[in-house]
């Protein structure tokens, strides 16, 4: 079983930048492919991007590429969003989600464990 609990979400203007966290209760956390994903109100669950647990390596969304980034530390059960350039379209529940594996999976089904989410509201 693994908690997550996602933090940093808020108000932002258009423009602006956001930092989400999201701490794991695991400890072998660092086996955990982790991920983020958001929801709009009336809308699905849709993939943000994807952090692998041992190389690293990153999967982002082309919707937010260029604009978002994903890194975490393995030593303190961290995954991070960091948000920059935010639109008004971005605007939504930001969850994170973990997935025993390394791949990753680019549809809330492939994840096993999620967090009760964090809003972000951006202002136009």
């Known amino acids: 079983q693994v908690q997550l609990v996602e933090s940093g979400g808020g108000l932002v203007q258009a423009g602006g930048s956001l930092r989400l966290s999201c701490a794991a209760s695991r400890r072998t956390f660092s086996s955990y492919t982790m991920g983020w994903f958001r929801q709009a109100p009336g809308k699905e669950r849709n993939f943000v991007g994807a952090i692998r647990g041992t190389t690293g390596s990153t999967h982002i969304a082309d919707s937010v590429k260029g604009r978002f980034t994903i890194s975490r530390d393995n030593a303190k059960n961290m995954v991070y969003l960091q948000m920059n350039s935010l639109e008004p379209e971005d605007t939504a529940v930001y969850y994170c989600?973990?997935?025993?594996?390394?791949?990753?999976?680019?549809?809330?089904?492939?994840?096993?464990?999620w967090g009760q989410g964090t809003q972000v509201t951006v202002s136009s």
């Open positions: 989600a973990a997935r025993t594996g390394s791949g990753v999976r680019l549809g809330p089904e492939g994840y096993d464990y």
